[in-house]
């Protein structure tokens, strides 16, 4: 990996300058759910460093701790959404149309990609998800990061989330932070919590059980076993669309709402975590960790108007019908028809040339109204980590704290779509389809050193080294063969595979694998009592791209009891994902407001590299923080800013345009339906992007009517800026990257507390944002700023019974409605109900409204 000296040479002196007069700058608005500040402050923090773990006050890098306790207390128990209430720089949307993102929601971290944050459990990498976010409105686009919501909230100790670039300390995809789940470790006691909730509008009511139990594993260990199980219906913010409405008063039975815009429905989504450790004696131990999870998922997909939809109603935007010739060898053509009326399964040249002549077939003869696709899919994960640590007592090795560890992790996605047809079977087409599968698998050996020196500083320097050997596999898995079939009326225009998301076929399955190895060395020197430096050097060596070689420095200064100062500086990296590197897919989306199918092709594919792909290589980051926190009184005050520069990101390009020269070559690189395709992506490395923030937390306690309250303010300023891009990714995707995401969040939380009462109130702030419908320029507007509120009000019959009520946007605020701009108007877009919906599907807090829920909890 190349990087510029001087540059590098001049941000360490920056660094190191201000490490003279810097600290540990810590804090999080989730501290506002705890009635005891000083408790929280003495949280202890695993993540940013391989001494001794810290409390948060001490630690040399920002992280931000929910704790199991705050977690339990949220009304939401989805851990995306109780990430994005306590971490203001975190965004999560909510998916209504969106392939496979609505099974996996993706996740940005100060405003960047879901796979530049790196995720752990118990310290440990987790695996990625198999989904890639095909369709994920410019930020995510092409994004593979793991899959956070299956992870319970009723089994994390704690959440951990490290506001900095730590590559040099963990690797691949630390550019944005880390967050790191920590399991629960009792081995005593638990939990059984049953909570139901509903939105206001009467849809996406969701039934949740999940418990937590301790117990002993011998005398001399612990097994923690937690679940959840829940399912949640659909929820639905659409209209009808204007052209189903026409063709409902012409006399076709089409569906009110015809294409379902919302989110999807979750059935039988069940999680088994369990942690187990044992004390092997002699300052040894034993652990494993592993997990069990699965999911059913199905959402809408666009309607299908039966006049225009191309390769199964028409072939030239509605003008005549696409009619197949079922006997095309006994010199008898059928006729062409043009459609002349509001339904054309009314007109007398269709009745006579194709309703009443067995030889010749239109859809409209199977499905008159058109149809409206469901997709959806399985999801399953699991892993298992096992390992030991301890510390060797004799010979050379004396005194060197060990940890080795492995694990594998494995994420399957079986795709199914419902409702609708593969074209070129014409009428013998199935209706339902499953188009294969995505399997990700990954396996992680770690070798983790740890040996305390007396060096002649204020303590002991810690010096840290390890190795650390990973392998990821990405496999295709075949669909059915009717979901890929090439069917006899191919030749005359109708599309092959199932209409939305064909099939992958047999030539597209297989294995794609990528090892690596790293090897890394990381010290903290206690320089004086009020001084602490941190140093990290890691060395990485991947069988695809090469080797790439990474730092960091950080310091913290307690400048006075109340005052402290904290930097840090560092390079950093995310591998392309072997996914990205190979998946080839086709997705039917809105380009223009006119539904096409679009190939998304390997960047090495021979037609990538004619409108230029290239074999893709890792990100580069090169990070700097600077950041203060000061104790006034019972108030706790923290500033964070930060800088992130990125070069080379990867996404997917924008959808570039098919001519008759490409399709030429396409067909003779064997790519399927070339006819239909209208448009190509691939995976690139082709803008450079900096990112620029400041997080501010504060914190009050003080006793109020009678009982115990904590006041907390947390508030993220962050700004992404394309400083370099081309025509491969588009002017409106940078427009999309720059402005979808609020530059300002905030939330201002009061938590109460009584003997037998606690109630929790928090107002959420989202700045304004860009709100994108059908990832359209035409929709594209700036919307307003909004504030939502959350109330929760729990009671506590005794020691062991909570009953809690509450909701979330309590006066149910709702989401910027869907404009019509003068641009649209010029493009066509004639009405803001065309594609079903009615609000911008980019909105940060969500398009559904206010939920109200009811939770019982019962503790032993």
């Given at each position: 990996m190349k990087t510029n000296q001087s540059k590098i040479a001049k941000q360490v002196g920056i660094a190191l300058s201000a490490s003279i007069a810097s600290s540990v700058l810590i804090a999080t608005p989730a501290l506002a759910q705890n009635a005891n500040a000083e408790a929280s402050v003495e949280k202890i923090a695993v993540v940013g460093t391989r001494a001794a773990p810290r409390s948060i006050s001490d630690s040399p890098v920002p992280i931000d701790i929910i704790g199991g306790e705050e977690l339990a207390k949220a009304g939401n128990t989805d851990m995306l959404e109780l990430l994005k209430g306590t971490v203001p720089s975190l965004n999560?949307?909510?998916?209504?149309?969106?392939?496979?993102?609505?099974?996996?929601?993706?996740?940005?971290?100060?405003?960047?990609?879901?796979?530049?944050?790196?995720?752990?459990?118990?310290?440990?990498?987790?695996?990625?998800?198999?989904?890639?976010?095909?369709?994920?409105?410019?930020?995510?686009?092409?994004?593979?990061?793991?899959?956070?919501?299956?992870?319970?909230?009723?089994?994390?100790?704690?959440?951990?989330?490290?506001?900095?670039?730590?590559?040099?300390?963990?690797?691949?995809?630390?550019?944005?932070?880390?967050?790191?789940?920590?399991?629960?470790?009792?081995?005593?006691?638990?939990?059984?919590?049953?909570?139901?909730?509903?939105?206001?509008?009467?849809?996406?009511?969701?039934?949740?059980?999940?418990?937590?139990?301790?117990?002993?594993?011998?005398?001399?260990?612990?097994?923690?076993?937690?679940?959840?199980?829940?399912?949640?219906?659909?929820?639905?913010?659409?209209?009808?669309?204007?052209?189903?409405?026409?063709?409902?008063?012409?006399?076709?039975?089409?569906?009110?709402?015809?294409?379902?815009?919302?989110?999807?429905?979750?059935?039988?989504?069940?999680?088994?975590?369990?942690?187990?450790?044992?004390?092997?004696?002699?300052?040894?131990?034993?652990?494993?960790?592993?997990?069990?999870?699965?999911?059913?998922?199905?959402?809408?997909?666009?309607?299908?108007?039966?006049?225009?939809?191309?390769?199964?109603?028409?072939?030239?935007?509605?003008?005549?019908?696409?009619?197949?010739?079922?006997?095309?060898?006994?010199?008898?053509?059928?006729?062409?028809?043009?459609?002349?009326?509001?339904?054309?399964?009314?007109?007398?040249?269709?009745?006579?040339?194709?309703?009443?002549?067995?030889?010749?077939?239109?859809?409209?003869?199977?499905?008159?109204?058109?149809?409206?696709?469901?997709?959806?899919?399985?999801?399953?994960?699991?892993?298992?980590?096992?390992?030991?640590?301890?510390?060797f007592k004799e010979g050379a090795l004396a005194g060197i704290m060990y940890d080795f560890s492995g694990s594998v992790g494995r994420s399957e996605s079986a795709f199914l779509i419902f409702n609708t047809v593969n074209a070129s079977l014409g009428p013998d087409t199935p209706r339902d389809f499953a188009p294969g599968k995505?399997?990700?698998?990954?396996?992680?050996?770690?070798?983790?050193?740890?040996?305390?020196?007396?060096?002649?500083?204020?303590?002991?320097?810690?010096?840290?080294?390890?190795?650390?050997?990973?392998?990821?596999?990405?496999?295709?898995?075949?669909?059915?063969?009717?979901?890929?079939?090439?069917?006899?009326?191919?030749?005359?225009?109708?599309?092959?595979?199932?209409?939305?998301?064909?099939?992958?076929?047999?030539?597209?399955?297989?294995?794609?694998?990528?090892?690596?190895?790293?090897?890394?060395?990381?010290?903290?020197?206690?320089?004086?009592?009020?001084?602490?430096?941190?140093?990290?050097?890691?060395?990485?060596?991947?069988?695809?791209?090469?080797?790439?070689?990474?730092?960091?420095?950080?310091?913290?200064?307690?400048?006075?009891?109340?005052?402290?100062?904290?930097?840090?500086?560092?390079?950093?990296?995310?591998?392309?994902?072997?996914?990205?590197?190979?998946?080839?897919?086709?997705?039917?989306?809105?380009?223009?407001?006119?539904?096409?199918?679009?190939?998304?092709?390997?960047?090495?594919?021979?037609?990538?590299?004619?409108?230029?792909?290239?074999?893709?290589?890792?990100?580069?980051?090169?990070?700097?923080?600077?950041?203060?926190?000061?104790?006034?009184?019972?108030?706790?005050?923290?500033?964070?800013?930060?800088?992130?520069?990125?070069?080379?990101r990867i996404s997917q390009s924008d959808k570039i345009n098919l001519t008759d020269t490409d399709r030429t070559a396409l067909r003779a690189a064997g790519v399927p339906n070339v006819d239909s395709l209208q448009q190509v992506s691939f995976f690139t490395n082709d803008f450079d992007t900096t990112t620029q923030g400041i997080d501010l937390v504060a914190n009050y306690t003080t006793d109020l009517f009678d009982g115990s309250s904590v006041f907390s303010l947390a508030y993220n300023w962050n700004e992404t800026e394309v400083d370099k891009f081309s025509d491969i990714t588009g002017a409106f995707k940078v427009k999309r990257i720059e402005e979808d995401l609020p530059n300002h969040r905030a939330t201002a939380t009061w938590a109460q507390t009584w003997d037998k009462v606690s109630v929790f109130t928090r107002a959420n702030y989202y700045g304004e944002y860009q709100g994108v419908h059908v990832d359209w320029d035409a929709t594209a507007v700036t919307a307003d700023a909004v504030v939502t509120f959350d109330v929760d009000v729990s009671y506590n019959f005794d020691d062991n019974i909570v009953l809690t009520v509450g909701a979330q946007n309590v006066f149910d605020q709702e989401a910027e409605r869907i404009q019509v701009t003068d641009y649209g108007r010029s493009q066509g877009f004639t009405d803001a109900s065309t594609f079903g919906g009615q609000y911008y599907e980019t909105s940060p807090m969500g398009f559904n409204g206010g939920l109200y829920y009811v939770k019982l909890a019962y503790n032993f």
């Open positions: 999560v949307h909510t998916n209504p149309i969106s392939d496979a993102a609505s099974l996996v929601r993706p996740a940005n971290l100060r405003g960047l990609p879901t796979d530049s944050t790196l995720v752990l459990l118990n310290g440990k990498r987790r695996h990625r998800s198999s989904v890639i976010a095909f369709l994920g409105g410019g930020i995510n686009d092409g994004a593979q990061g793991p899959d956070i919501s299956v992870i319970p909230s009723i089994a994390m100790k704690q959440v951990e989330v490290l506001r900095d670039g730590a590559a040099a300390q963990y690797g691949s995809d630390a550019i944005a932070g880390v967050m790191n789940f920590v399991l629960k470790d009792d081995a005593d006691g638990g939990s059984i919590v049953v909570r139901s909730g509903e939105y206001y509008e009467g849809d996406g009511a969701t039934t949740e059980v999940s418990g937590n139990f301790g117990m002993a594993l011998t005398d001399d260990g612990f097994a923690n076993i937690s679940f959840q199980y829940k399912n949640a219906d659909a929820t639905s913010r659409s209209v009808q669309r204007p052209d189903a409405a026409a063709f409902g008063q012409a006399g076709l039975n089409v569906a009110n709402p015809a294409q379902i815009w919302g989110s999807p429905e979750v059935k039988d989504d069940i999680s088994i975590f369990g942690n187990f450790g044992l004390d092997l004696g002699n300052d040894r131990e034993a652990y494993m960790f592993a997990n069990y999870s699965e999911r059913d998922i199905r959402g809408g997909f666009y309607y299908r108007n039966p006049h225009t939809r191309g390769t199964v109603y028409s072939l030239d935007g509605g003008a005549t019908l696409l009619v197949g010739d079922l006997t095309p060898d006994d010199g008898v053509s059928c006729p062409v028809i043009p459609i002349t009326s509001a339904n054309v399964t009314t007109q007398q040249d269709y009745i006579d040339g194709v309703a009443n002549d067995p030889n010749c077939f239109a859809f409209n003869e199977m499905i008159p109204e058109g149809f409206t696709p469901n997709f959806g899919g399985n999801i399953t994960d699991t892993s298992i980590t096992m390992g030991t640590k301890g510390e995505y399997i990700q698998l990954e396996k992680n050996f770690n070798a983790d050193f740890v040996k305390f020196v007396d060096a002649g500083f204020y303590e002991e320097v810690s010096i840290a080294s390890g190795l650390e050997w990973h392998e990821e596999s990405f496999e295709v898995i075949a669909g059915d063969e009717a979901s890929f079939a090439v069917g006899p009326l191919t030749s005359q225009g109708f599309g092959i595979g199932s209409n939305g998301f064909p099939g992958f076929q047999p030539s597209a399955a297989g294995v794609f694998t990528r090892r690596n190895a790293a090897a890394y060395i990381d010290a903290e020197l206690p320089i004086s009592e009020t001084f602490l430096m941190g140093a990290a050097l890691r060395y990485e060596n991947y069988d695809s791209f090469g080797s790439t070689t990474n730092y960091k420095i950080s310091a913290q200064l307690n400048a006075t009891d109340d005052l402290s100062f904290r930097s840090s500086i560092s390079t950093g990296f995310r591998a392309p994902t072997v996914g990205q590197a190979n998946v080839s897919n086709v997705q039917t989306n809105l380009d223009g407001g006119v539904l096409v199918d679009s190939a998304l092709l390997p960047p090495t594919n021979p037609i990538s590299a004619q409108l230029g792909g290239t074999e893709l290589q890792p990100e580069e980051s090169e990070s700097f923080t600077l950041g203060a926190v000061y104790t006034i009184g019972d108030v706790f005050l923290t500033v964070d800013y930060y800088n992130i520069q990125v070069s080379d």
